[in-house]
């Protein structure tokens, strides 16, 4: 379904939609997602349609996740009863605070990497304030390119330090002392490989 097809749909029929989600079974390994879904549908805003617009578009990702994947999610927030809860509401904070509605599809692809284990919940925790802070289209620029400069003036890289995906610093070469270039942080490099191993395997 198209992003704005979808948009309509959800607007048009928030409660539908709503009690679908809330009986997902993803949803009930992520349990307060489902009270947030409901507190929506008592709301019943034009902000809480478009939260659960978020929400859809962030599920819709989980679900090219193979059983196998699906129980390893289950056992991993099974076992880390206190991380759940973290996780739970850092989900639900970023997808709150995003103001576009692809930023959903990349807090997925943190999860997903999340459950695999390729990152810690420190990790994704900063990757999730990263997608909130940054220009989607500078954070797919810096994602999908094959190698990253380790010195750099573009543009994007100089707008993604105010996300800690970049930092900056001076030339190492004559001539170079006076100037500022970009390079990836490490949470940079970690959101590089995280979100290349999730476009791989699904």
């Known amino acids: 379904m198209k992003e704005t097809n979808m948009t309509?749909?959800?607007?048009?029929?928030?409660?539908?939609?709503?009690?679908n989600l809330i009986e997902?079974?993803?949803?009930?390994?992520?349990?307060?997602?489902?009270?947030?879904?409901?507190?929506?549908?008592?709301?019943d805003g034009i902000s809480d349609r478009i939260f659960i617009l978020k929400l859809l578009k962030f599920f819709s990702s989980l679900n090219s996740l193979s059983e196998d994947k699906r129980n390893k999610m289950k056992k991993t927030l099974k076992t880390k009863m206190e991380e759940r809860r973290k996780v739970s509401e850092k989900i639900l904070l970023t997808l709150d605070n995003i103001s576009e509605l692809k930023k959903s599809e990349l807090v997925a692809y943190v999860f997903i990497s999340y459950i695999d284990e390729f990152i810690n919940f420190e990790e994704f925790n900063r990757i999730c304030h990263s997608i909130n802070t940054a220009f989607y289209e500078d954070i797919i620029f810096f994602l999908e390119m094959d190698s990253l400069p380790a010195k750099s003036k573009?543009?994007?890289?100089?707008?993604?330090?105010?996300?800690?995906?970049?930092?900056?610093?001076n030339g190492e070469n004559y001539g170079e002392a006076n100037q500022?270039?970009?390079?990836?942080?490490?949470i940079g490099d970690k959101f590089r490989m995280a979100y290349s191993n999730v476009k791989e395997n699904f």
């Open 24 to 43: 997902d079974e993803l949803f009930k390994d992520i349990p307060i997602v489902g009270h947030a879904i409901k507190i929506c549908k008592i709301k």
């Open 154 to 169: 573009d543009d994007y890289m100089k707008y993604l330090s105010q996300a800690n995906l970049t930092e900056p610093h």
């Open 180 to 186: 500022v270039f970009y390079r990836s942080t490490r």
């Open 8 to 19: 309509e749909f959800v607007l048009e029929n928030f409660e539908l939609v709503a009690d």
